[in-house]
């Protein structure tokens, strides 16, 4: 049987970066730079993808700005036809490499924001002077009149600060602002009993941000992403697994999420050893979860089974043990209750401390170069 081709592929071109993000839902065993894909096959799967059908490419990381070679990348993507998008610390970000990019074709920016106080910030992203470097990058963006994301990522530290993050996004001149409740995968699970924010602050920022898409109207388009913890409706993860995206991450493997190498027993093919056509139409990984064939119940009487396609696979594991498993932030998981204890609890008597990326290992990426990509 065909499956419709992917809208849009997570282009993971990285895994270093200077930022230590004690959210980041990067895996906790990142990929070095000498297994980094070089150049000439980065181009090669870039072909594969708008063969494929592939509309946009989202070039992310770890930090995309990382890799010397992206300007390249981004040119011969849009010679493809593809829609550029650059998800971005900004962090390494400035004017001339900007000017360079957008000669390229790049077509819109997201840019990550840890907090409106800049110290706040820093502290959450593990890196002084981050919060400067990210103002003044996002200026240089919508200078060079290239569409703007402000991407808020919020958690109990600074949940009350809703108000001005819309306010920052306007001022910068975005389009669109992202307030994105951390999603607790990698990093973000570490630190989950630190950053779970109240039902209280849930319940205040979602009616900040309600006034503000009314008054706003025409002017910032905002998307509110909720703690999955307080939900009760899972969300379609991915667009339903295997539906309308897919990931290559920096060493080649394709995924249908990110996260998806947490899942046991799984195989993921590499663009090394299969098309990208062959891995989407046919890989094991990919047919696991697709559709909704594999559901068990209630998923596979439910009336929104075509909906949220089950919810989030990753979430099932982390939570349940079992990534087949109803993803627990439904109402009808049999899990639901004991999720929704677990966050008031650990929201109501917080941990005061990070696990941060060591030090060590920050230097390290830092300074790494893939021995492939171009100069």
Same mark, same amino acid.
């Given at each position: 049987?065909?499956?419709?081709?992917?809208?849009?592929?997570?282009?993971?071109?990285?895994?270093?970066?200077?930022?230590?993000?004690?959210?980041?839902?990067?895996?906790?065993?990142?990929?070095?730079?000498?297994?980094?894909?070089?150049?000439?096959?980065?181009r090669?799967?870039?072909?594969?993808?708008?063969?494929?059908?592939?509309?946009?490419?989202?070039?992310?990381?770890?930090?995309?700005?990382?890799?010397?070679?992206?300007?390249?990348?981004?040119?011969?993507?849009?010679?493809?036809?593809?829609?550029?998008?650059?998800?971005?610390?900004?962090?390494?970000?400035? $004017?001339?490499?900007?000017?360079?990019?957008?000669?390229?074709?790049?077509?819109?920016?997201?840019?990550?924001?840890q907090?409106?106080?800049?110290?706040?910030?820093?502290r959450?992203?593990?890196?002084?002077?981050?919060?400067?470097?990210?103002?003044?990058?996002?200026?240089?963006?919508?200078?060079?009149?290239?569409?703007?994301?402000?991407?808020?990522?919020?958690?109990?530290?600074?949940?009350?600060?809703?108000?001005?993050?819309?306010?920052?996004?306007?001022?910068?001149?975005?389009?669109?602002?992202?307030?994105?409740?951390?999603?607790?995968?990698?990093?973000?699970?570490?630190?989950?009993?630190?950053?779970?924010?109240t039902?209280?602050?849930?319940?205040?920022?979602?009616?900040?941000?309600?006034?503000?898409? $009314?008054?706003?109207?025409?002017?910032?388009?905002?998307?509110?992403?909720?703690?999955?913890?307080?939900?009760?409706?899972?969300?379609?993860?991915?667009?339903?697994?295997?539906?309308?995206?897919? !990931?290559?991450?920096?060493a080649?493997?394709?995924?249908?999420?990110?996260?998806?190498?947490?899942?046991?027993?799984?195989t993921?093919?590499?663009?090394?050893?299969?098309?990208?056509?062959?891995?989407?139409?046919?890989?094991?990984?990919? !047919?696991?979860?697709?559709?909704?064939?594999?559901?068990?119940?209630?998923?596979?009487s439910?009336?929104?089974?075509?909906?949220?396609?089950?919810?989030?696979?990753? $979430?099932?594991?982390?939570?349940?043990?079992?990534?087949?498993?109803?993803?627990?932030?439904?109402?009808?998981?049999?899990?639901?209750?004991?999720?929704?204890?677990?966050?008031?609890?650990?929201?109501?008597?917080?941990?005061?401390?990070?696990?941060?990326?060591?030090?060590?290992?920050?230097?390290?990426?830092?300074?790494?170069?893939?021995?492939?990509?171009a $100069?």
């Amino acid at each position: 049987m065909s499956v419709p081709p992917p809208f849009a592929m997570l282009a993971e071109v990285t895994h270093r970066c200077p930022m230590r993000c004690v959210y980041c839902s990067n895996p906790l065993a990142l990929e070095p730079a000498s297994k980094e894909l070089d150049t000439d096959t980065w181009r090669r799967v870039l072909d594969e993808a708008a063969d494929l059908g592939v509309l946009q490419v989202h070039f992310s990381g770890g930090e995309p700005m990382a890799r010397r070679d992206l300007v390249a990348l981004v040119d011969h993507a849009t010679r493809q036809g593809l829609y550029a998008n650059l998800i971005t610390s900004a962090v390494l970000l400035d $004017q001339e490499q900007l000017a360079r990019l957008v000669d390229a074709g790049i077509e819109h920016v997201q840019i990550s924001f840890q907090d409106i106080d800049a110290a706040e910030g820093d502290r959450i992203g593990g890196l002084a002077d981050a919060h400067q470097k990210k103002l003044a990058a996002a200026r240089y963006v919508t200078a060079a009149g290239l569409p703007l994301t402000v991407n808020a990522v919020v958690q109990r530290y600074n949940a009350s600060r809703v108000t001005e993050f819309i306010d920052l996004a306007v001022g910068l001149g975005a389009g669109r602002l992202e307030v994105a409740n951390v999603q607790y995968y990698g990093w973000g699970l570490l630190n989950r009993a630190a950053l779970m924010p109240t039902r209280e602050q849930l319940d205040e920022m979602t009616a900040v941000v309600e006034a503000a898409r $009314q008054r706003l109207a025409g002017v910032l388009t905002i998307d509110y992403v909720i703690p999955d913890y307080y939900a009760r409706m899972p969300k379609s993860c991915m667009g339903g697994w295997a539906r309308q995206f897919l !990931n290559v991450d920096p060493a080649g493997r394709v995924l249908p999420c990110h996260a998806a190498t947490t899942i046991p027993g799984m195989t993921f093919d590499t663009v090394h050893d299969r098309g990208l056509a062959e891995i989407w139409q046919h890989s094991q990984a990919f !047919n696991r979860f697709r559709g909704t064939a594999w559901m068990p119940e209630p998923c596979a009487s439910c009336e929104y089974r075509e909906v949220d396609w089950g919810g989030c696979r990753c $979430q099932a594991l982390a939570l349940t043990g079992d990534a087949a498993a109803t993803d627990p932030v439904c109402h009808k998981s049999p899990h639901h209750q004991a999720i929704l204890a677990m966050a008031e609890a650990e929201s109501a008597a917080p941990s005061d401390t990070f696990v941060y990326r060591g030090a060590r290992e920050r230097a390290d990426m830092q300074r790494a170069r893939s021995p492939f990509e171009a $100069q």
